[in-house]
């Protein structure tokens, strides 16, 4: 690893609404290695896919406030129009809902077709199809050449993200976001789509920043996890680490949250909601869901610092001594 | 999730406070945009006037065969604020009582296509998939397929020529619209899962059309009501430019653009003025629909 | 593309029985009309024995089922559709005199509408939330509200009064043998007169442009919102960081759905220029069908009634056969659903 092909300085969004301006991400700053498998989890609203949405530059089309002091892909900036040149060089995006990813009005064909003729453009038949069928054939598509020739509405949504995913593999590019691949896919495919995002990544040296939040799958794929909350990073470090010994109690709450094998479904959970982001809480946003919150978390805003003596830990709480004995356990 | 969802139901009832909080929304949502004010304005405007015509028109007696040589094309002034036409009367007197049959003759046409075109969407919603599901949609498309000005004229001059089977006319061309839109609003409901989980707990369908679709559905009829407002007066004056619904020399907005035309160029303002009236009136139902609609449709996401 | 052939196929059959249930109707309904049509064709001093020819020859004597049967079998096989009391000729002869230049002046409206209303959604599309987007949004609201008889006479005062660019109403005349099929524009082509195709050209645009101002307002509206919602898209997303150049985004991943609500739209549109068009076609002096029909329905001659709202309801039916046509084309979700 060495060279960040990703990097988040300083990021701040805000959506202007009827009732007025949601401040979704306050500040925000990440980073991917060149290689590295980055996770991005959090619930659902916590802007994690606001955040992918700012890296591959197609905020625009919202309305959307984006701010940000740096944000670079490859060592460069993506301000501008130049810089979105950058990005689409090198980021390539998976979507969440493989139904709604593609046009359903143009074959897959013809939507494989133009991406390629900018890519590669005034080349042969021969060699656009050639492409085409090799970009199928490593998702291991079953009967390429007629999915080629049908509407997104003939596959079923498993084959429907491995044509989104060959379409995001076909340009060669280093980073790929995947936001969510797997959320819209019945149980089965789930594993195998992941696998394949897994091989292929590791196949072709990509860095990957997977959003999930099935823990369980950030946990198996990725080197190195960030954890949201409400717009901003709360915890980050190696993913071994963090699910061994979680130290923010939102942390400890969403290990704790996921489905286990014993016990009744969907376990205990974290009570109450996202703030509002039209007024958030003053001090700490977790704070009114937090059980160990305390006068100065409601007041002042922690900080994300590094803790001493980790690998790349970061965490932002007040009350870190308190977490040095676990709360609740972790996965059983 | 079912008891949740009941309980839900009951709170909302109970709770009148929710309702006015509610409209205080809409009532924000709705005042931020200026346009819709202006809507607002006008339509109340447009009623306050239809309502009192007899006495704010300047000169009332105009609106019939009053004659007044000596004052014949006059240019709009101080005095006639429209104008005068060929006989000396009073355009703007002309105007606001010509009014009064336009607004009449929309709101026939609106109380009928909506209480026969609601019912049927209503039971052909109800019985969905069975023969009169097919019966009422194959009837609604036979009257759509014909031109809705075609259609109200035959059925206008068959009766007869006036006023009232003008409105007969444009309602017999104007119900299939809501026939369809209620069909549709009671379809899509019925998949949504509050009305499944209502009938799952074994209320009668009856009941659940009545009780929970009805409600439903009414914010966006009262909406397409208002956008069709307008539509109707323009249909209206549309039918009454070549003669047909109200009879001279009661003033009616179209026919006086009709009369007006033989006298273009130099007397302008005979055509001018009461196009101009249909256009602002036609306009604020427009507006005032367009902005209850973004109300509405904001508060459904 | 079988799938989409059978779609149409069954659309087909379904506008083809409509269309007969609807000229059943109204062919009965006609019977409602007082007075009995032989004999005022005839004239109140024919004998009592012609009356009964002519009854009994019209079948005005056999059941309802029958005389319809009739009235259809005529039409079908001989374009007849009986005598107009109004003209006193058969009225197929009226239809084709007055149907083509009607259906010139609606063609050409239907031309525009398309042209200008997707031209001016788009651009309020592509460049939306800007001045532009916004003097397209407040011209085409203008557009939506105004009576089509008052642009009529607002073009009317301008263009041919004031500025005389424009004649101020009426068609060129044709020496009757060079009316061959009764468009005028065809017919000056037919000819090789070109001067006087731009001549016809140049009487048809103001009332075209007033029957279709308010339509072309209300398209570029639509247009502009399909475009929007498709915008926030996802596949438009994915199409553009998967890296299709903007112009293709635009002009083929955004326009082809979008296509799809303006279509629907813009078949109601064209569906209903030709019946009301009859203010325009009298404002400028065209002797079109739609004014026929008015006439006819005014002196409520049966044959003339019956056979009007037969045509219109043809109209209709091709109208919308080419709007399924399209949508399916463009649509393959519909495609593949409806051959089912």
Redesign the interface.
């Known amino acids: 690893m060495g060279q960040n092909v990703l990097e988040i300085n300083d990021l701040s969004v805000k959506y202007k609404v009827y009732e007025g301006v949601l401040d979704v991400i306050p500040d925000l700053s990440l980073y991917v290695q060149e290689g590295e498998r980055v996770g991005l989890v959090g619930e659902t609203g916590s802007g994690k896919t606001t955040v992918l949405k700012a890296s591959a530059a197609i905020l625009g089309n919202t309305p959307a406030i984006v701010n940000k002091k740096e944000l670079k892909v490859c060592g460069l900036s993506i301000d501008g129009i130049r810089g979105k040149k950058n990005v689409r060089k090198n980021v390539s995006m998976i979507f969440q809902d493989p139904s709604t990813s593609l046009n359903p009005t143009l074959k897959i064909q013809t939507q494989m077709l133009d991406i390629l003729k900018s890519q590669f453009p005034k080349k042969s038949k021969g060699f656009y199809h050639e492409m085409m069928m090799r970009a199928l054939k490593s998702v291991s598509m079953p009967a390429p050449e007629r999915v080629l020739d049908s509407y997104p509405i003939q596959l079923s949504g498993g084959m429907r993200q491995r044509v989104c995913i060959s379409m995001a593999l076909m340009k060669n590019t280093k980073i790929i976001i995947a936001d969510e691949p797997t959320t819209a896919l019945d149980v089965t495919i789930e594993e195998q789509i992941l696998e394949l995002i897994d091989d292929l990544v590791k196949k072709e040296k990509k860095s990957l920043i997977l959003v999930s939040h099935a823990l369980g799958t950030v946990r198996k794929i990725t080197d190195r996890l960030y954890v949201m909350y409400a717009g901003q990073i709360v915890e980050s470090g190696l993913t071994k680490d963090i699910f061994d010994n979680p130290h923010h109690p939102y942390t400890i709450g969403l290990i704790d949250a996921t489905p286990k094998l014993t016990g009744n479904g969907i376990a205990d959970g974290i009570a109450g909601d996202i703030p509002s982001y039209l007024n958030p809480p003053k001090g700490c946003r977790f704070a009114p869901r937090c059980p160990r919150a305390t006068q100065i978390c409601r007041e002042q805003a922690p900080v994300l610092e590094k803790m001493e003596g980790s690998v790349d830990r970061f965490v932002s709480c007040h009350n870190l001594e308190v977490s040095e004995k676990p709360v609740v356990s972790s996965l059983t | 999730m079912l008891a949740a969802y009941l309980q839900k139901l009951d709170s909302d009832k109970t709770n009148k406070n929710s309702r006015i909080e509610q409209f205080k929304r809409n009532w924000y949502k709705f005042s931020r945009n200026p346009m819709n004010i202006i809507g607002l304005i006008i339509v109340a405007v447009v009623i306050f006037v239809t309502i009192f015509a007899k006495t704010l028109a300047p000169h009332p007696e105009d609106a019939g065969l009053h004659v007044d040589i000596m004052n014949a094309f006059s240019k709009p002034t101080l005095k006639n604020w429209a104008g005068t036409d060929e006989y000396g009367r009073d355009l703007f007197s002309r105007i606001i009582i010509g009014l009064r049959p336009s607004m009449g003759i929309a709101i026939m046409v609106l109380a009928i296509s909506v209480t026969i075109g609601v019912l049927l969407g209503l039971v052909a919603g109800y019985y969905k998939g069975t023969l009169i599901d097919l019966l009422i949609s194959r009837i609604t498309e036979l009257f759509m397929s014909i031109p809705p000005l075609i259609l109200a004229m035959v059925v206008c001059t068959m009766f007869s020529n006036n006023y009232f089977f003008a409105a007969i006319g444009i309602a017999v061309a104007w119900w299939p619209w809501y026939t369809r839109i209620t069909y549709n609003l009671v379809t899509s409901l019925s998949n949504e899962l509050f009305i499944v989980y209502t009938e799952l707990a074994g209320v009668k369908m009856m009941k659940i059309i009545i009780r929970e679709m009805l409600p439903n559905i009414t914010s966006s009829i009262l909406t397409k009501m208002t956008l069709d407002t307008g539509s109707i007066i323009l249909v209206a004056s549309s039918m009454s430019y070549v003669g047909l619904g109200v009879q001279p020399p009661t003033p009616s907005l179209g026919s006086m653009v009709s009369e007006g035309i033989a006298y273009l160029p130099e007397f302008w303002w005979l055509t001018v003025m009461p196009a101009l009236a249909v256009v602002v009136i036609v306009m604020g139902f427009n507006l005032l629909g367009d902005g209850l609609t973004d109300v509405l449709s904001v508060e459904d996401k | 593309m079988k799938e989409g052939l059978i779609y149409v196929f069954k659309r087909f059959i379904h506008i083809l029985i409509?269309?007969l249930?609807?000229s059943f109707?109204v062919f009965s309904?006609i019977r409602?009309?007082p007075g009995d049509p032989v004999k005022s064709t005839l004239g109140p001093l024919a004998s009592e024995e012609s009356v009964n020819r002519m009854t009994h020859e019209l079948y005005l004597d056999r059941p309802l089922v029958v005389q319809y049967g009739h009235w259809l079998k005529n039409v079908v096989t001989q374009g007849d559709f009986g005598k107009s009391l109004l003209t006193s000729r058969p009225v197929s002869l009226d239809i084709k005199e007055y149907l083509p230049r009607s259906l010139e002046l609606c063609f050409l409206s239907a031309l525009m509408i398309l042209v200008f209303g997707v031209l001016f959604g788009t651009i309020s599309a592509v460049f939306r939330n800007t001045w532009i987007d916004n003097v397209i949004r407040f011209l085409t609201?203008?557009g939506?509200?105004?009576?089509?008889?008052?642009f009529g006479?607002?073009f009317?005062?301008i263009f041919s009064?004031?500025l005389k660019w424009f004649p101020i109403g009426g068609l060129p005349r044709f020496s009757p043998e060079n009316v061959r099929t009764g468009m005028l524009s065809i017919d000056a082509l037919l000819m090789g007169n070109f001067s006087l195709f731009i001549k016809v050209l140049q009487s048809y645009f103001l009332p075209c442009l007033s029957l279709a101002i308010g339509s072309i307002a209300y398209q570029a509206r639509i247009h502009r919102s399909a475009m929007v919602e498709n915008?926030?898209?996802?596949?438009?997303?994915?199409?553009?960081?998967?890296?299709?150049?903007k112009s293709?985004l635009i002009f083929?991943?955004l326009m082809?759905?979008s296509f799809?609500p303006t279509l629907t739209v813009y078949g109601l549109q064209v569906?209903?220029l030709?019946?009301?068009a009859?203010?325009i076609e009298?404002?400028f002096r065209i002797n079109g069908f739609s004014q026929y029909?008015?006439n006819v329905?005014?002196n409520?001659d049966p044959y003339g009634?019956v056979a009007?709202?037969f045509i219109?309801?043809v109209i209709?039916?091709v109208v919308n056969l080419c709007i399924d046509i399209g949508v399916v084309a463009?649509?393959?979700?519909i495609r593949?659903k409806g051959a089912e």
């Open positions: 409509i269309l249930v609807l109707i309904f409602l009309i609201y203008l939506v509200v105004t009576p089509p008889y008052a006479v607002l009317l005062l009064y004031l915008v926030n898209a996802d596949f438009i997303a994915f199409a553009e960081v998967a890296g299709v150049s293709k083929k991943h082809k759905p799809i569906a209903s030709l019946g009301n009859f203010i009298s404002m029909s008015l329905i005014l409520k009634i009007v709202t219109f309801g209709f039916a463009l649509d393959p979700r593949l």
